[in-house]
């Protein structure tokens, strides 16, 4: 608790999300995924001080019990009675820590303490979903709604089906990138138990195509982060000069104007895409320079968008920058 932070009220209960009323300085909150809430004030990896009953957890957010009157899914901590904690984890979160974890390990540690708390985190998250049966145990004992890669349920529960082409690269990415850091052969029995039974490796074929109106841009961003990591255990990264061009075009100013490019000749409209997703296509993806600033899990072929009313923080281009020059994929 800072005493010098002035909360945003109507912001966290719409949030459901402590929130600052200015953005603090990134060494005095949580680490953030360039999609998350950068104004929330609490979060992190102090689980162990909230229930350390459950390895490997993490809870989505935490405040003092007296912030706010009860409400659905946040839960009073079992070792400090001042403290609740937002809890129904998903597959989302554990993909982000997932993804910034190795990082830490491998880049941005200061020192051996940090890397090896990094590591421990890593360890813990993908131990605790592999001796689960392949599920994540919340607060309440059972499952979290959505964080499920066992078999069972992804691939044979028609529930979960449009989940299947998502939720098995990141169980492979959580695996090969403990093994990476671990060598624990555990793990990578793990994935070979999963592909040979289970043809989860089948299962990455065809990642979102099952239901072509439940397109969702941010499974797209969780499969991106899945595959960094895949890649990133495997070290095989290549070159892409895609992304080059994108990050040339893609504009540096943060505010969301308002553009419209529906009644431009030379844009193709999607019709079936517009219509599944009420929102008008096009066929090929505009650069970014010619349509609405976007975030990565955002629609990209939206060819309308934007009100002039909204900033963008810029990790959209920052984490994509540093990643290429970082792998070398720049050029000179």
């Known amino acids: 608790m800072v005493c010098d932070v002035q ?7 719409c949030q459901n999300e402590l929130q600052s009323l200015q953005l603090l300085p990134p060494d005095e909150r949580s680490s953030k995924r360039w999609n998350s809430g950068m104004y929330d004030v609490d979060g992190g990896n102090g689980w162990e001080a909230l229930d350390p009953s459950i390895i ?3 809870s989505r957010s935490v405040a003092n019990r007296s912030d706010f009157p009860p409400r659905s899914r946040w839960y009073p901590s079992s070792v400090n009675p001042d403290l609740q904690f937002y809890g129904d984890t998903s597959s989302d979160e554990i993909v982000g820590h997932q993804f910034v974890h190795p990082l830490v390990h491998d880049l941005f540690a200061e020192n051996d303490d940090e890397r090896q708390h990094a590591y421990i985190l890593i360890l813990n998250i993908t131990t605790h979903i592999r001796t689960h049966d392949w599920y994540l145990i919340g607060e309440n004992h059972n499952h979290t709604r959505w964080s499920i890669w066992n078999p069972l349920q992804i691939n044979n529960d028609s529930y979960y089906q449009e989940s299947r082409g998502l939720n098995s690269p990141q169980i492979f990415a959580f ?4 093994y990476a850091d671990s ?9 070979n138990l999963l592909i040979q039974p289970y043809q989860y490796d089948i299962n990455l074929i065809n990642q979102k195509m099952i239901a072509v109106c439940d397109n969702n841009f941010s499974d797209d961003e969780l499969a991106y982060l899945s595959y960094f990591n895949l890649i990133y255990g495997f070290h095989t990264i290549i070159s892409s000069t895609h992304g080059m061009w994108y990050l040339r075009r893609l504009p540096l100013h943060l505010i969301h104007w308002q553009q419209f490019n529906s009644d431009r000749l030379d844009v193709q409209l999607n019709v079936p895409a517009s219509q599944c997703q009420n929102e008008l296509q096009s066929v090929q993806l505009l650069p970014p320079d010619e349509r609405s600033s976007k975030r990565w899990n955002s629609g990209m072929y939206d060819v309308d968008g934007g009100n002039g009313w909204e900033a963008l923080d810029p990790s959209s281009f920052l984490i994509s920058y540093w990643g290429m020059r970082y792998f070398n994929l720049l050029g000179a």
């Open 7 to 13: 909360l945003n009220v109507p912001a966290s209960q």
């Open 175 to 178: 695996l090969i990138q403990t």
């Open 56 to 58: 490997g957890y993490s």
């Open 183 to 191: 060598g624990d052969k555990r793990f990578l029995d793990a994935v």
